[in-house]
Every structure is written in structure tokens, then in C-alpha cells.
């Protein structure tokens, strides 16, 4: 049997998958049922001192389905963090981890940006026993208007600036949680990184309006009339995220990523491995699933190992990063190879007006038998 253990960041876990920070992580109740059910961690739902602040509203979410099956793709949220009191969390955490010692358990903190303010609530998550700390700088939607989140995020100088204030605070594993509504991602994480963060976690939710109801001509979710754009999740943002992780790791070499976006099997959770990550979140997957899944994500990743041999996580873990070029390489690549198969050609003026279908069948990677370097990776990987 393959071991899916992973050591990062003076934390062990059982396995990559990792409850991430929202409805699933909301009490203490649920987060029991989440380690009952074998996950490795949970990030808590994010907490602040004064959570008298927070007032969510109702309803808060939105789905896009498939016209075809009806199945979930994407998912619109307003929540805010958690209105839970930062005094009955303290107590929470301490039964948590006197009752699942070898859960991975991270608090994830989010504050107004003063220095007291994140130092305070680091020191008393610490002194409630969590294994470690996300910084919560990505929530797009309602506490950016506090000026936290994601308007904390997309500032790399006031993300390098909480995180060194963290680390002054814990020696405990930092995560700096990303939010994907910037150009490039890796500008505020390597600003985390060097404030003083010990790994990076990503996404948070793509800003997005997920419809308009076309009876009542108002966009969703609708309360009393009026709505805000919301951050979106779910199996629609898996690419995104995949890119953007690829992009930390290629940008910020030797940094320890959390993938999260999307992950709904255990071979979404085997793709933001070989993009570099360490661990996986699942949040809206956990939502719409129950934390049961996570049986079904361990066994498709033991599968995944035994198909290629992979003894252990690092054994493939980054392992796909290598295949990124740039377009000009790709041509140059074309060129030189010996043959180009019919169905691979790339010129515009082949296109027919009668078979745009089947042309775009032959282009598409996943589709077309292609000839590209696509052998087996397992030696590979494992002699990378
Ligand atoms: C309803 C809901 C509430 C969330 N609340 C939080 C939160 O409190 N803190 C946080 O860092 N992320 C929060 N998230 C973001 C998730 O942790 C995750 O980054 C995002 O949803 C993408 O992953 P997924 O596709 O697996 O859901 C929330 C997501 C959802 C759907």
C-alpha cells in the first residue's frame, strides 16, 4: 500500500486532503464528523476578535448546473466569516485537539489591519492548541468593505507587513491564503513569504455574478431585491486554480503550497500534487457531498500511486510543473518533430466550413490521439 502520509511545515497528516476554511469547518461538532470521516485537517472557518461585525444575510448561495444533467459546476457565495465568538472558539479548539490529537487542526485568522489585532488573535489560537495559522487575505465579498480579505491581498506590501507580524507572534506553520482576483498571483505570495510565511495556500473565490433571474430581472442570490457579486467555487474553478498554483510554484521555487479549487475526487487533488502542492483543500465538494467523500479521494489516490508505482506523495509531487514552456518553444518543438500527423495540423486556412467540429476534436489535447511526449511517467517522476 502506498503511503499518502505528508509531513509539511512541522505538521503530519494522515493524508493531502484538508477540509478548507468555510461551512465544513464551521463548529466543533462538524469538525469531528470531518476527522470521524478520516480527513487529515481542517482549517477552521475563518475567526476575528469582534464577530459581533460579522451579520450575514440569507440566502447566500448560488449554483450553476449543467443545462444537461443538473449537476453543480459552480457555486456563488455571500457568507461572511464566521459570527461565531472568538471565546467560544478558543474553547472549541481545545476540545478538538483533546479529542483528535493526530487531526491536523489550523485556525484560520483574519483581522482590521493593526498590528495588536493580528498578534492578539494569533496568541490566543495558539494558546487554544491549533497546529497552525491561515491568514485569511482573500475573501472577496462584504469584509473588503472593512478593508480585510481580498483588499488586504491584493496589497503584496500590507500582506508582506501582517505576515511578519504572525510570525513574530507563533512559530507555528503560517499559511498566507491567496486571493485569486489579482493579475498576477504571485506577486503577494512571495511578498508573504518574505514577511515571514512558511507556505502559501490557493484560492480563495473568483469574484462573480453567477446569474439574473429572468422573471424577476434581479441578479442571484437575491436578498430584498439587491445582491453583490460573490466569490465563486466549486469544479468550474479547478483550472483557474491549477494555473495559479502552477504559477507560485513556478515563481516561488521551494514554496509549500495548499492547492484548493474545485477538488471533488481524489484525482483533482492528484493534479494540484503534481503542480507542486503539499496539501488539498475541499470545500464546496464537502458541502455538496458530506465529509464521506474523502473515503472515495484516499482510494483513488492510492490507485493513481499504485498504477505508476509511487511509493510515497513526493515521489510525484511537482512532477507536471517541468512540461511548461512557452508557445514559442511549443512551435519550435512542432517543427523539429519528425512527422506531423494529419490530424495535428496547425495551419488556419485547413479549416472547412463543414467540419469545424472534427477540427476542433483533433486540437484538443484530451480528446485526439496526439503524439506529444505523453509516455508513462512513473520512472520519471520518481527519478526527478
Ligand atoms: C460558503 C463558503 C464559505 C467560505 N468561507 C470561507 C472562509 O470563511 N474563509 C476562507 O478562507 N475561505 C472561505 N471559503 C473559500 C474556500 O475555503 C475555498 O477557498 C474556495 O471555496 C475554493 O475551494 P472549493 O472549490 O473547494 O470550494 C468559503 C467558500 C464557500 C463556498
Known amino acids: 500500500m502506498p503511503d499518502i502520509s505528508v509531513k509539511v511545515d512541522g505538521m503530519n497528516f494522515a493524508n493531502p486532503f484538508v477540509i478548507g476554511s468555510g461551512p465544513p469547518g464551521t463548529n466543533k461538532n462538524v469538525i469531528g464528523k470531518a476527522f470521524d470521516e478520516g480527513w487529515g485537517g481542517v482549517i477552521a472557518k475563518t475567526v476575528s476578535l469582534e464577530s459581533d461585525k460579522v451579520k450575514n444575510v440569507a440566502p447566500r448561495y448560488a449554483k450553476l448546473k449543467s443545462r444537461e444533467t443538473g449537476e453543480v459546476i459552480g457555486f456563488q457565495n455571500i457568507e461572511l466569516i464566521s459570527d461565531r465568538p472568538i471565546e467560544i472558539w478558543e474553547k472549541e479548539f481545545r476540545e478538538i485537539k483533546d479529542k483528535y490529537p493526530d487531526g491536523m487542526l489550523i485556525a484560520s485568522i483574519m483581522e482590521e489591519c493593526e498590528e495588536w489585532r493580528w498578534k492578539e488573535l494569533t496568541e490566543r489560537c495558539e494558546a487554544a492548541g491549533v497546529d497552525g495559522f491561515e491568514l485569511n487575505f482573500s475573501c472577496p465579498h462584504g469584509l473588503p468593505e472593512r478593508k480585510m480579505g481580498s483588499a488586504m491581498g491584493q496589497d503584496p506590501?500590507?500582506?508582506?507587513?501582517?505576515?511578519?507580524?504572525?510570525?513574530?507572534?507563533?512559530?507555528?506553520?503560517?499559511?498566507?491564503?491567496?486571493?485569486?482576483?489579482?493579475?498576477?498571483?504571485?506577486?503577494?505570495a512571495a511578498s508573504a513569504l518574505r514577511g515571514g510565511a512558511s507556505g502559501i495556500s490557493a484560492i480563495n473565490t473568483i469574484l462573480s455574478v453567477t446569474g439574473v433571474d429572468l422573471d424577476k430581472l434581479r441578479p442571484v442570490p437575491t436578498v430584498q431585491g439587491y445582491s453583490i457579486p460573490g466569490g465563486y467555487s466549486c469544479q468550474a474553478v479547478r483550472p483557474i486554480a491549477l494555473r495559479m498554483v502552477m504559477e507560485i510554484a513556478r515563481d516561488?521555487?521551494?514554496?509549500?503550497?495548499s492547492g484548493i479549487g474545485g477538488v471533488e475526487r481524489g484525482n483533482d487533488a492528484v493534479q494540484f500534487i503534481l503542480m507542486g502542492c503539499h496539501t488539498v483543500q475541499v470545500c464546496t465538494a464537502a458541502m455538496l457531498q458530506g465529509y464521506g467523500m474523502v473515503k472515495g479521494m484516499i482510494g483513488e489516490l492510492e490507485e493513481f500511486m499504485t498504477k505508476h508505482g509511487f511509493e510515497t506523495?513526493?515521489?510525484?509531487?511537482?512532477?507536471?510543473?517541468?512540461?511548461?514552456?512557452?508557445?514559442?518553444d511549443l512551435v519550435e518543438k512542432q517543427k523539429v518533430a519528425r512527422e506531423a500527423r494529419a490530424g495535428q495540423s496547425s495551419r488556419d486556412n485547413e479549416w472547412d466550413r463543414e467540419n469545424i467540429t472534427n477540427h476542433t476534436s483533433k486540437l484538443t489535447a484530451n480528446e485526439a490521439e496526439t503524439e506529444s511526449a505523453s509516455q508513462p511517467a512513473s520512472a520519471a517522476a520518481k527519478g526527478k
Open 252 to 257: 516561488c521555487p521551494g514554496a509549500q503550497i
Open 157 to 188: 506590501d500590507t500582506v508582506e507587513q501582517v505576515c511578519g507580524w504572525v510570525r513574530s507572534a507563533t512559530k507555528k506553520a503560517v499559511w498566507a491564503k491567496m486571493t485569486p482576483n489579482i493579475t498576477h498571483i504571485s506577486v503577494p
Open 313 to 328: 506523495i513526493e515521489d510525484f509531487r511537482g512532477h507536471a510543473l517541468q512540461y511548461f514552456t512557452t508557445h514559442y
